[in-house]
């Protein structure tokens, strides 16, 4: 494969903390508390890089860039790179020289965020390699099945029946029947239902009358016609004629 040649980068971290550590005490794995946190021994810059399926942790230092240490990682989570019981920045790596000899170190970050980018990088690489393997073996498992030949053999013919052809040629489609949530039917005629019959004379002149008072409610026809209009009879005045309170005809004003 021609990308097995390539090596691409991961994940590159500028700081990290170095540590000696001491030998493992307990099964259960690695305290960050048993280290000396405040006075790390070397630090360096993390590079995470693939070549094909493999993966490596790189130490390098800051300014040079040279190679401190070097971390293959042929799982995660593994014996590669272990976590610590008591922290989630600090982790145990397994470092290997070209010889074979490896030795564990302590690694930290200052941030939490830059521990989970690790974290990340190398659980994402380890997932594509799983997900490559799988397709792989589904692709062999198709290539080791035997072929079907699904041609067509020498005299086989292929009868396609098309649903046109069969109608008579007199056949009319069927009328399609009203669902029962359509409109009703109009009611047949002659059904017994009887018109409704006219309202009498006197009705319909007192529905006028009222009709009239409705248009003209200030006319002469709502207040009747027997109303004299004796204020402006009196001298031709349209004010009238102002009377005391006691009802005598005088003309003075009432005073107040």
């Given at each position: 494969?021609?990308?097995?040649?390539?090596?691409?980068?991961?994940?590159?971290?500028?700081?990290?903390?170095?540590?000696?550590?001491?030998?493992?005490?307990?099964?259960?794995?690695?305290?960050?508390?048993?280290?000396?946190?405040?006075?790390?021994?070397?630090?360096?810059?993390?590079?995470?890089?693939?070549?094909?399926?493999?993966?490596?942790?790189?130490?390098?230092?800051?300014?040079?860039?040279?190679?401190?240490?070097?971390?293959?990682?042929?799982?995660?989570?593994?014996?590669?790179?272990?976590?610590?019981?008591?922290?989630?920045?600090?982790?145990?790596?397994?470092?290997?020289?070209?010889?074979?000899?490896?030795?564990?170190?302590?690694?930290?970050?200052?941030?939490?965020?830059?521990?989970?980018?690790?974290?990340?990088?190398?659980?994402?690489?380890?997932?594509?390699?799983?997900?490559?393997?799988?397709?792989?073996?589904?692709?062999?498992?198709?290539?080791?099945?035997?072929?079907?030949?699904?041609?067509?053999?020498?005299?086989?013919?292929?009868?396609?029946?098309?649903?046109?052809?069969?109608?008579?040629?007199?056949?009319?489609?069927?009328?399609?029947?009203?669902?029962?949530?359509?409109?009703?039917?109009?009611?047949?005629?002659?059904?017994?239902?009887?018109?409704?019959?006219?309202?009498?004379?006197?009705?319909?002149?007192?529905?006028?009358?009222?009709?009239?008072?409705?248009?003209?409610?200030?006319?002469?026809?709502?207040?009747?016609?027997?109303?004299?209009?004796?204020?402006?009879?009196?001298?031709?005045?349209?004010?009238?004629?102002f009377t005391s309170t006691t009802g005598s005809g005088s003309n003075d004003w009432v005073k107040f």
């Open positions: 494969d021609k990308m097995s040649d390539y090596e691409s980068i991961l994940c590159v971290k500028p700081e990290v903390f170095v540590y000696r550590i001491p030998p493992r005490t307990s099964t259960r794995g690695y305290r960050a508390s048993d280290w000396n946190l405040a006075t790390p021994d070397f630090t360096a810059r993390m590079k995470i890089t693939a070549k094909g399926k493999q993966c490596f942790v790189k130490l390098e230092d800051k300014t040079s860039g040279e190679l401190f240490a070097q971390c293959p990682v042929d799982d995660f989570p593994g014996a590669a790179v272990e976590g610590v019981l008591d922290s989630s920045r600090y982790f145990v790596l397994k470092i290997e020289d070209v010889s074979g000899k490896h030795a564990f170190i302590g690694v930290g970050f200052a941030d939490r965020g830059d521990a989970f980018d690790m974290n990340v990088a190398l659980q994402d690489h380890f997932k594509w390699v799983k997900t490559s393997d799988k397709l792989k073996q589904e692709e062999q498992q198709w290539a080791s099945e035997p072929s079907k030949d699904y041609s067509l053999k020498q005299g086989q013919t292929i009868t396609i029946k098309l649903g046109d052809k069969d109608k008579k040629p007199g056949a009319t489609a069927q009328p399609v029947k009203p669902s029962s949530g359509g409109f009703l039917p109009p009611p047949p005629g002659g059904s017994g239902i009887r018109p409704l019959a006219p309202p009498p004379t006197g009705a319909i002149a007192a529905s006028s009358q009222q009709q009239g008072l409705l248009l003209d409610p200030f006319g002469s026809t709502a207040f009747g016609s027997a109303q004299p209009a004796a204020s402006q009879s009196q001298g031709g005045s349209d004010w009238g004629e």
